[in-house]
């Protein structure tokens, strides 16, 4: 009976997790509020809106543009930085907030606004349609309104969702083919020669992704990055060739930026400098007439912030301004200064500052309605709240108008003053909190507080029972949630892992060594060893904020021992194909389980081989590189569903043949190793031989007398820790996509995200189905209750993490790093709390386990 009531708590527990996240994530990811309708012009003093010198717009967006790609003296945009020094292009760093991915970043860009942290998550989901700009108002949709041209679109299909029917002539490309480098560029380009012939658009969006692709697979310092490089900077010579040739295309704005930047690992999404620093260039023959140039290539700048820095969201009132449209309705953005000598009148210039402020101001109003309130000191330095201040210091600049009929009137000061506070307002509003609904997060955090409670009582009489083994696991609980309030240790969150690991594992030691048989002696040199094996594993990726793109195993020693580090890869795949044939296949003999093993493997090493040789040739050597090369025939689609088909048909075979045999360790020995090369298939090419470190750590730890807590607790900590080790951390830009289409031939939101997840969480995986071996021995002892136990403390965990992530959030939402740090972490731990802990522990981990009690 007793049983029974514990495990309905469990039930009930991971029950309340979902519902938990999603009552949570309602209230603390809401889309932001904004006004309806297009912007149009109002009638002012200064007479009719200034005449615009542009009247066409190429707008090319070369993905994860870091600003250094065009400015330093290493950048492979020659030409572009030649249009610079001679007059003909301004350049400009444009600050991009986290989350630094490309569907804000559109947002932001087209709209002048700030886009909502949600927009991360649908940035994933690609079949998503609700995140549509389609009834707001951007710059296209203004564009649009004008109708004197046709609008185009050629590159990244997120342009589509968020525009639908905008474009006349479109061909979209997705944006998650991460292994493709060159073809998801030629078909942008081969639109191009034949759009720039014609005359009958005004809009044409270029949107190349192969630049993001490459820094993804091998970072910024890919051998692909500078020939890529000088590909984009073809695409700007040609179009401004067309516009210097062609009548029609004389007043057309071409605009050169990126939508990201990326770190020194090649990827994007947190807040890094690299990543919150793409390039942005404003290129036409007109610009001669303001601009008298720039020193090319710029000065080398650590935090790549080259010339001008602007605001992201500044793009949008400039081009309203330079292609005669009002500023979208939502702008938060700035006019660029730079090009005000465009306007010869005074009045043109008045009237852009104006109109620019006077639609900030309705957008501040909304947000503040107190800021067209009276009675404010006269002194405006008197004032204590930002929004007061602002409100004083916008009536003192409305009572120094110039006038607009004193075409001689010094107007400097009144555009230093306007353009101050046009930026303090931007900071402000930047700042601002989101309009969180307070209610669904404390429901979410009382629903949470609920689950820990139901797991805890699940938990509580294992716990009491074995309260000195238990009490690391309860001090690992709760240190983990206090480091929650912390943004440093959030960042950082690696160091506890790996730190919390060690002592685990100095703990075994002490454990073994006060036993005085020769047992005990090598169950104490087994730990050691895998103490040495775990001290390799957190060396093996630099992860977190702080150390990212150090030098470590993975990425710096390998690339300078290539041949050792194909050593290694040869013994993981050895080690996994004798594990495979050695334990064999049900009603099969030694031979063929041998034939069988030799082949799975020998299909998996073929498609790494000619992965490695698309995604990351630099790290290919001497007879490898040849062998790999003469790999090239088949494609890799037909590769991963050859070998992902393979296993999965061998995987079912062992099931299902081993119900009527006895050898229950044999067989799920064989379902873990088959297991183990699928994950091997999922890996980085440099990760593979970390998974054999792994190997070594359960072999090693096999051998040791754990009880079932001291099980619990070593899975806990190996699976948080093998995440890390494997280059995870809290920030979105160190998820790796580089294995989410492994025979995958379109997108597939199911297939996708399967392959995405298992391709991020390798070392997790791995654990889960380790434990269960480790639990099955005990259980073959005769111990009982295994899985509940060892779930009810998972459980335990999860459920506290949380909550303690929730609180956090929850307390710290006015932080300055709600967006960059507390944000993201919610979403990892969405991830972990759904994806790791429900998915593989509960559900793929219960059904290990019970395919093994069938067997004992």
Request: hydrophobic share 45%.
């Amino acid at each position: 009976m007793a049983w029974r009531i514990s495990t309905l708590f469990l039930l009930v527990a991971n029950v309340l997790i979902p519902v938990a996240i999603l009552t949570f994530a309602s209230g603390f990811f809401p889309y932001k509020p904004f006004l309806a309708g297009l912007a149009q012009y109002e009638p002012l003093e200064y007479g009719a809106p200034p005449e615009a010198p542009f009247d066409k717009v190429i707008f090319m967006v070369v993905d994860a543009l870091r600003s250094d790609f065009v400015y330093s003296e290493l950048s492979g945009f020659t030409f572009t930085q030649s249009l610079i020094s001679s007059g003909a292009a301004i350049p400009f760093t444009a600050h991009a907030t986290s989350p630094t991915i490309t569907m804000p970043r559109i947002k932001a860009i087209t709209t002048g606004s700030i886009p909502s942290f949600l927009d991360v998550i649908l940035n994933f989901a690609e079949s998503d349609t609700t995140s549509t700009l389609a009834t707001q108002d951007t710059w296209l949709a203004q564009l649009k309104t004008k109708g004197d041209g046709k609008m185009i679109m050629y590159g990244d299909d997120t342009w589509l969702k968020l525009f639908p029917k905008f474009f006349d002539r479109a061909d979209g490309t997705s944006s998650f083919f991460v292994t493709d480098f060159t073809e998801v560029d030629n078909n942008v380009t081969r639109h191009v020669p034949e759009e720039l012939q014609k005359s009958d658009w005004n809009t044409m969006v270029l949107h190349y992704l192969g630049l993001d692709h490459i820094g993804h697979k091998a970072g910024p310092r890919s051998p692909n990055m500078i020939p890529k490089q000088r590909e984009m900077d073809g695409i700007v010579s040609l179009a401004y060739s067309a516009m210097e040739n062609n009548v029609h295309l004389e007043s057309t704005l071409l605009v050169l930026l990126g939508d990201h930047g990326m770190n020194d690992a090649g990827n994007h999404g947190g807040s890094a400098p690299g990543e919150t620093s793409p390039a942005l260039v404003f290129i036409s023959p007109k610009l001669k007439s303001i601009n008298s140039g720039f020193k090319t290539p710029a000065p080398s700048e650590e935090f790549f912030q080259y010339y001008t820095t602007v605001e992201q969201s500044d793009i949008a009132p400039t081009l309203g301004a330079l292609l005669g449209f009002p500023v979208p309705q939502n702008n938060l953005g700035i006019f660029i200064p730079a090009f005000l000598p465009f306007w010869q009148k005074k009045n043109d210039k008045i009237q852009i500052l104006l109109r620019n402020a006077k639609q900030i101001l309705k957008v501040v109003t909304a947000a503040f309605p107190s800021f067209e309130g009276d009675g404010l000191s006269t002194y405006c330095d008197e004032l204590q709240a930002d929004v007061d201040e602002l409100a004083c210091k916008w009536r003192s600049i409305s009572k120094i108008l110039p006038s607009p009929n004193d075409e001689n009137q010094d107007i400097d000061l009144w555009i230093n003053l306007i353009t101050n506070w046009l930026k303090d307002v931007q900071e402000l509003m930047s700042g601002a909190a989101s309009d969180y609904d307070v209610s669904k997060l404390a429901g979410g955090q009382a629903v949470a507080a609920l689950a820990f409670f139901s797991a805890t009582v699940a938990a509580g009489p294992m716990i009491v029972k074995s309260l000195k083994t238990s009490s690391p696991f309860i001090v690992i609980t709760l240190l983990y949630g206090v480091m929650m309030f912390a943004s440093s240790y959030v960042e950082e969150e690696q160091h506890f892992w790996y730190w919390g690991t060690t002592a685990w594992l100095m703990l075994l030691w002490i454990k073994c060594n006060r036993r005085e048989n020769l047992n005990s002696r090598l169950f104490a040199l087994s730990s050691i060893a895998i103490l040495v094996a775990a001290r390799i594993a957190r060396r093996w990726n630099q992860t977190g904020q702080k150390f990212t793109g150090q030098p470590d195993i993975g990425n710096t020693f390998f690339s300078e021992h290539k041949v050792f580090f194909w050593v290694l890869v040869a013994i993981t795949y050895l080690w996994n194909l004798q594990a495979i044939a050695s334990k064999g296949f049900p009603r099969f003999p030694q031979v063929v389980a041998g034939a069988i093993a030799t082949t799975l493997t020998t299909a998996a090493v073929t498609f790494k081989l000619a992965f490695v040789n698309e995604d990351s040739p630099e790290l290919l050597v001497g007879y490898i590189k040849q062998v790999a090369k003469n790999e090239s025939g088949v494609s890799l689609v037909t590769r991963a569903r050859i070998i992902f088909m393979a296993i999965g048909i061998t995987l079912f075979y062992t099931i299902g043949s081993s119900f009527s045999q006895k050898r229950p360790n044999f067989t799920m020995r064989t379902i873990h190793n088959l297991l183990t090369l699928f994950l091997i298939t999922q890996s980085r090419a440099t990760n593979i031989p970390l998974l054999l470190v792994f190997e070594i750590q359960f072999y090693l730890l096999n051998r040791l007398d754990l009880s079932p807590i001291e099980i619990t607790t070593t899975s806990l900590l190996l699976q948080y820790a093998s995440f890390f080790a494997s280059g995870g951390s809290n920030a979105i830009s160190s998820i790796d996509l580089s294995s989410a289409y492994n025979g995958v031939s379109g997108y597939n939101v199911l297939a996708v995200g399967t392959l995405t997840f298992s391709s991020n969480w390798i070392g997790p995986i791995f654990w889960t189905s380790a434990t269960n071996l480790m639990l099955l021995h005990l259980k073959s002892q005769g111990m009982k209750d295994l899985l509940h136990q060892h779930l009810a403390l998972l459980t335990v965990f999860i459920t506290a993490s949380l909550f303690f992530v929730m609180a956090a959030c929850t307390l710290l939402r006015t932080h300055l790093f709600i967006w960059t740090v507390f944000s993201p972490k919610y979403l990892y731990s969405m991830a972990w709390s759904m994806g790791q802990h429900l998915v593989i522990n509960v559900g793929f981990g219960s059904v290990l386990y019970w395919l093994g009690l069938k067997y004992l």
